[in-house]
């Protein structure tokens, strides 16, 4: 199978959308999906969704559409989401324990194995049946368990110097809370809420101008 | 002042970021700054940057640069962040308590006023100050607060319907946590972490082939 390393990545992120919908459809027990109703859901054309799957090399039979079992298989598989992912939370406070209980975490390969903090009253504690480490024994517990991708929960100024310490521990890719752009040489994908916030502001200020 | 409403949306995401670099210039007590140092912060071009200034008909002086204090003021303006938003938090399971408590909220411009929950030994109690209303309240509690952005962290069964109720009380914008596409006539901004996870996932893969 030729690994499509190369895709685009507003591809990827359209791609993980179809997903969305694809489960769906087996979930519903139907057997077929034309490009057309996929393209309905997210207001894409029917050409968008036909040129971002023919990057997987999957055609759909004229007339008869997809099957979205074996397009979510071949998403899956091109998202490198046909394998079990390793996760650690970095940091417990409300927005890490939020993630440990995120349902969809628990589904889709993505597995929950550690938590660390440094407050003590936590350490030892579990959520959702995972152990909370202190933050000192980070290095150990990510080799042992195994760990790629951490979530970087922790306040802004230690950030940094945490996220430095996941990458030496072997850490390959971040998904970052903080407040803080980093300086690691792995992908990080930040989530910045107030950034997000800001541009439904302005998002909503053009569209009613009062 | 020219209100800079057709800025690209991409733009818009760029000039976010600056913000903070003006921020933290300003919180440092400089009073000149270069497009090559905001650049350099994000891994932009310098043109890039001057570029999206010039968005705003902000020039900068050659040699000199631009003052941090009157670039963030004029970003704020073009983002409509130089007023307040009112918000309201809408389910206060773990992600809308942890954004209730998120210290940028709270700054900003953004003031959450009100939240709401099903949950009857939530309703009447206060998270950060804020009153929890049963959603039955819903309208007259976001007429009366003059609400104008919600965000939606709401179980995914439930979303579709209250969002449509929030876009009747008058929401204009909404900060979406449930994982589904919302039909609403009002700007959407999807805040989809499994996606993001995915994304990570798909990165890593990508650049660390083994």
Partial sequence: ?????????????????????????????????????????????????????????QAGRPGVGYSPASLATRIRAALSLDRAWNIAIVGTGKIGTALMGYPRFAGGGFKVLAAFDTNQ??????????????????????????IELAVLAVPADVAQSVAERLVEAGVKGILNFAPVQ?????????????RVLEQLAFEVSSTSPS
Same sequence: chains 1, 2.
Avoid: W
């Fill in 121 to 146: 009253e936590r350490i030892g504690t579990t959520i959702f049946d995972v152990v909370i480490h202190p933050l000192s024994q980070l290095h150990e517990v990510i080799l042992e368990a195994g």
């Fill in 1 to 57: 199978m030729p690994l499509p390393t190369d895709i685009p990545r507003p591809t990827v992120k359209r791609l993980s959308l179809y997903l969305r919908t694809l489960d769906l459809a087996v979930a519903d027990g139907r057997t077929t999906i034309s490009s057309s109703t996929i393209a309905r859901t997210f207001d894409f054309t029917d050409a968008q969704v036909r040129r971002d799957l023919a990057c997987l090399g």
């Fill in 182 to 194: 980093l300086q690691v040489n792995v992908p990080v994908q930040p989530i910045d809420l107030s």
